[in-house]
């Protein structure tokens, strides 16, 4: 049985009821998907938010080649920093990987997801449409 589409309205009320254990110096979204999670995460915390260029997945979220790449490097300072790194689902964690890697000389790296398998997720259940894909 197919997760039906979940509303944005639903999102947004999670959203706001979400607790945050931890003090986070900024929001680092993962370029495309964590774009908007990271928009929604700087109004509710008033933190910056850097991109952090990661690609692994096409338009129809099939992975392209064999393992994530970093488009870019990093054009931020991540020393000493605690962050919470942004996405819109994390299924297997290997972007997730990639990026620890590439942040390592943070002081603290915690995960958010709108769907998935994070330290912080609205949702973590089969995949599903985000509600703001216009396709």
Known sequence: MPTPLRSFADLLERLRKLAFAEHFDC???????GLLPAALL???LGIEVNILRINWRDADN???????????EPDFDCA?????????????GTTLALARTVLSRAALIRSFAINGNADYALYNEACFP???RLA
Do not use: C
């Open 27 to 33: 929001i680092v979204a993962i370029a495309n998907g």
């Open 130 to 132: 985000m509600p703001w």
């Open 42 to 44: 700087h109004e509710k």
């Open 80 to 92: 000493g920093k605690n962050i919470l790194i942004a996405d819109d689902r994390i299924k297997t």
């Open 62 to 72: 099939k992975p392209k080649g064999t393992e994530p790449t970093l488009l870019r």
